[in-house]
């Protein structure tokens, strides 16, 4: 049975990045661990549009996704989540299947990853599988971003395919996307594709890293009875 992807993405709001990154911590990790669906890997977007943060948990099938999502605690959980994030979304993603081998593999402290998304045109669909796995992902492995995971959406909002590329840090992306080779490719995906979009990302526990550097003192000051009066109750 293939592994699928839920993808929850946010805005944190603007003003609340103390107690965000307190809620994180002491409330949504360990209630998506609590309900199956624990969370294998945040990010944070340096480069590129949509929201800044996007989450990603792993399960085994989507019977296991819905179980979670109809489970109460997640939902009294997300309403008081709602206080401090804007621009919440949610989808589920399968594998894609133009990927020639499984490469998937949770991703290492340190490296940025480069997204790429779209829609396949109408009609397009048997020209775009040949061009995904014979043009794209040879080509995005020859400039140094080659795919290790690429999804297709099942359900919810966003792009219809997402392709993953990691990389050790952010010269290496930058050297890649120079490469005339790229804008060759991508001029001829666009004759197949539609909405195409792309991004620059860190991992999320640098985000709160840098946050807890800036904001250190006000995070450790924000008490229960302060998270209380904001988000409702808290590992209760």
């Not at 340096?46 to 109809?70: H, T």
Request: glycine fraction near 6%; include cysteine; charged fraction near 25%.
């Amino acid at each position: 049975m293939e592994t699928i992807k839920f993808v929850q993405t946010w805005n944190p709001v603007a003003g609340r990045k103390q107690e965000y990154g307190t809620f994180i911590t002491n409330e949504f990790q360990p209630r998506m661990k609590a309900l199956g669906l624990e969370v294998v890997s945040g990010w944070y977007t340096l480069v590129g549009g949509g929201p800044r943060i996007v989450v990603e948990s792993l399960a085994e099938s989507m019977d296991r996704v819905e179980n979670a999502l109809d489970d109460e605690s997640y939902h009294e959980m997300l309403d008081r989540f709602m206080n401090l994030v804007t621009h919440y979304a949610s989808c589920v993603q399968r594998p894609a299947k133009w990927m020639t081998m499984n490469r998937q593999r949770l991703p290492s402290p340190q490296e940025v990853r480069y997204v790429q998304a779209w829609d396949v045109l109408p009609g397009q669909q048997e020209t775009y599988k040949h061009f995904a796995r014979d043009v794209y992902l040879p080509q995005m492995e020859a400039i140094g971003l080659g795919v290790t995971a690429g999804w297709h959406l099942m359900c919810g909002s966003g792009r219809q395919v997402v392709s993953e590329a990691p990389a050790s840090n952010l010269a290496g992306v930058a050297k890649a996307l120079s490469d005339e080779r790229f804008m060759r490719m991508i001029i001829r995906m666009e004759e197949l594709v539609t909405r195409y979009e792309s991004r620059v990302m860190t991992r999320h526990r640098i985000y709160l890293d840098i946050l807890h550097d800036i904001h250190g003192r006000a995070i450790r000051s924000v008490t229960p009875d302060a998270m209380h009066s904001m988000v409702g109750p808290i590992d209760e």
